[in-house]
């Protein structure tokens, strides 16, 4: 074997090693006692193996609202991005108006702005709204980063796309809501799953703004939720990692379907590190 | 989404009515420390994202057999929320209880003979969050500058090499120069939203030991929500804006340019 395949497999080793240990100890952890844990025993490897923290996670805590809160949220968020964010992509692609370009630019500079700085006016909106600690605080506040994300990413699908297959079926009489919706947003729906799946995990993981919008131990969301675990007067680590291996697995799945259509948007050159 | 941007002007009066805050903040020895703590954060994360990355891309690029199983691998942390990432890295690094990995890892190894509490110092507190930082950004870098060096002409390194350059220099004249603008867009995109940062902080350390590891995000949500001060909060955040104001347009005019070509 030649050095530079030999470096290269210990590169590949070493990468997944790092990336995986982490996961190892979430997922290791989330199998031990209290006990194991607190005493530092079996610390590499569950011995004796237990599933307790799951079952207590179910069934002591708040962990299952939490988890249907984040769903909730997720879900909604993703119907709304993905309705607007094509419908604005479509426009911004397609249709001449005057100062699409500028449109464009805005779209971006919006995605740009961090949602750190934003938390204190949006906080005083919702409040204004009597929307605060109920979803439809985060229902209101996730679109302000999820939409020009997406509607971003669209953009850049639709343009893609050659134009005569619309400009054919105008011809044949179709409208434009026809055209848009039988030949260009099926020839979109690879763009389209990709980008709901990233609004989807933008609002499952999303932490900040769920935090001060909800106090409501009964409405806030999973990441929010990991945090009481912590906070309270014992440190459940292994519910806590548990809690951790359910939130994951769900995105972890999705991601998988469309890790190659997730590296192209990346390619893109338009994705938050 | 329109209304919730156009209500960022609602924070905006504040600024007129308390120049003080302005001033406050200025000669807050806090507020320095934050904004010390702040660069030292995104720089050290975002040096070390770049680097970690190309030497990912590299060795992906060189993979011949299941790049794309390697890739989706190590993507894994990109897509795992922060806060669970925080938390686990703040568990690896924890002295107790029970202690965390490196401590395990360092008795085992006889390195240690006893705990150390890397979070309780501020500079290994400074050091855990930007090292989780790091863990969860150089996936999307590496695989970032992947698809750039894919995009490099296999016949400008055979010609390279027929020239008779080493393999250091054709990295250096080629690749690089390749990867430059990739390199540019990433290292601005995550400048802005690692100066922002709230998450890995917050679950991590709060901003502590003391001030250690306080940055904008974390001490205004601390001002705002703790102290109640909110128009200091906002100000702490309008403070970051110059910075920003400074990048973003540079980010879109690259991003847009890509676009149009």
Known sequence: MNPWKAATVVGLAGFALLVLVPFWWIASMSFKTYE????????????????????????????????????????????????VSCLGGYAVARLRFPGREWVASLILILYLVPPALLFIPLYRVLAELGATNSLMALFLSYPTFTVPFCTWLLIGFFKALPTELEEA?????????????????????????????????LSWNEFLYALIFIQDERMITVPVGLNLLIYGDVFHWGQLMAASVITTVPVVTLYMFIHRWMVEGLAAGAVKG | MWLS??????????????????????????????????????????????????????????????RNFF????????ITSTVIIALTWRWMFDAFPGRGFFNSVLLDAGLLTRPIAFMATPEGAMAAVVVA??????????????????????????????DGAG???????????????????TVLLTFIFTLNDFNIIYVMTRGGPGTATQVFATYSYEV????????????????????????????SRYLLRERAA
């Open chain 2, 224 to 251: 705002a929500f703790n102290q109640l001060r909110w128009g200091r909060g906002v100000t702490i955040s309008i403070y970051a804006v110059p910075l920003l104001i400074a990048v973003i347009p540079l980010v």
């Open chain 1, 169 to 201: 079926a105008l011809v044949d009489g179709a409208t434009r809501t026809q055209a848009l919706a039988r030949v260009l947003l099926p020839l979109a729906a690879p763009g389209i799953v990709a980008s709901a799946i990233f609004a989807f995990t």
């Open chain 1, 36 to 83: 194991q844990i607190q005493f530092a025993q079996s610390i590499y490897v569950p011995r004796p193996f237990t599933w307790e923290n799951y079952t207590g996670l179910w069934l002591d805590t708040r962990f299952p609202l939490w988890l249907r809160n984040s769903a909730i949220t997720a879900v909604v968020v993703t119907v709304i991005t993905t309705v």
């Open chain 2, 5 to 66: 941007f156009t209500d960022k002007l609602v924070g905006y009066p504040e600024r007129w009515v308390g120049l003080r805050n302005y001033l406050y903040l200025a000669h807050d020895d806090t507020f320095h420390t934050v904004v010390r703590n702040s660069l030292t954060f995104t720089c050290a994360s975002v040096a070390l994202k770049v680097l970690t990355g190309l030497a990912m891309a590299l060795v992906l690029h060189a993979t011949w057999r299941w």
């Open chain 2, 167 to 185: 393999a250091w220099r054709r990295f250096w004249h080629i690749t690089l120069p390749g990867l430059k603008h990739v390199i540019i867009v």
């Open chain 2, 133 to 162: 930082n790091w863990w969860r950004g150089f996936p999307f870098f590496g695989v970032s500058y992947l698809a750039g060096m894919q995009a490099i002409p296999g016949e400008l390194y055979e010609a390279a090499s027929v």
């Open chain 2, 71 to 78: 890739r989706g691998l190590l993507l894994l942390p990109w």
